[in-house]
């Protein structure tokens, strides 16, 4: 009988195959910030912001420029760090680091929208630094409006480490930021939730209606206001709807027309 060769078992000394599913992510390196002051370019900035996505709060941004001899151990994405993790490495970042934060206002986000709120809250917390950077590296697409080199980096707080600073401090004080607000609403959740659209959130929002807190065009939001403060949603104009004054203008065309037949 003809054994099929691909069911062999393979030797125990053969190297085992990697599940790429399992492989850990890479943590972020200062490998970025090293190759430019290399090159005498210092000092170098990482900006980040947190908020991007929730119902309520505002957009905290933050930008870190780090100290080469003394980076704290264990910076990462925010979001592969644990609460309480990220709480100590954002008391040693400020300790070591030049830190600035800046914030966008619900009412803000409401005006500009949430990408346009976000991209200026990121722009002030660069102009907010202690020493002005050289060049920024700025997590996602879009570059910032500064005077020095920006540098755009898609999934920038999980590679660069002065992003990844970034991304700690505005999560760290977007958070507090919201434990305040739950002290001023209670009912929403929001030391919980941090004013994401979780079922409790949503629920909240059915119940109690939105607050001044909340962003007013975000649909759940806008559906909440809608039920609970009706007469501050203005009507929709129907553009194809006849209005009763255009009904009668085009019949007193039509008789003047008949008229003259």
């Known amino acids: 009988m003809i054994r099929d060769k691909s069911t062999k078992k393979p030797a125990k000394d053969a190297p085992k195959q990697v599940d790429a ?24 900035a990482g900006c980040d912001e947190a908020g991007r996505g929730p119902l309520a709060g505002p957009v905290v941004a933050a930008a870190v420029i780090l100290d080469p001899d003394r980076i704290p151990r264990g910076i990462d994405d925010s979001k592969r760090l644990t609460a309480e993790a990220r709480e100590k490495l954002f008391d040693r970042i400020c300790a070591t680091a030049q830190v600035s934060v800046a914030v966008a206002s619900p009412s803000r986000i409401d005006r500009d929208n949430i990408l346009r709120a976000s991209l200026w809250a990121l722009k002030r917390a660069v102009v907010a630094l202690p020493e002005a950077p050289r060049h920024v590296f700025v997590d996602g697409r879009d570059r910032l409006d500064t005077s020095c080199d920006c540098e755009a980096v ?33 009912g929403y959740g929001f030391e919980q939730h941090k004013g994401y659209g979780v079922p409790e959130h949503l629920d909240a929002l059915n119940r109690l209606g939105p607050t001044v807190h909340h962003r007013s065009f975000f649909a759940p939001v806008a559906a909440a206001r809608a039920k609970h403060m009706p007469w501050t949603v203005e009507p929709v104009q129907d553009l194809f709807a006849v209005t009763e004054l255009e009904v009668q203008a085009e019949a007193s065309v039509e008789i003047e027309a008949s008229a003259n037949l």
């Not at 972020?28 to 370019?41: P, Q, Y």
């Open 21 to 44: 599913k399992k492989v850990a992510p890479a943590k972020a390196s200062f490998r970025r910030e090293r190759a430019l002051i290399k090159r005498g370019i210092w000092p170098v």
């Open 154 to 186: 898609i999934g920038g707080d999980g590679i660069v480490l002065s992003i990844a600073a970034a991304s700690i401090v505005a999560k760290v004080t977007r958070d507090r930021l919201m434990c305040a607000l739950a002290q001023d609403c209670p």
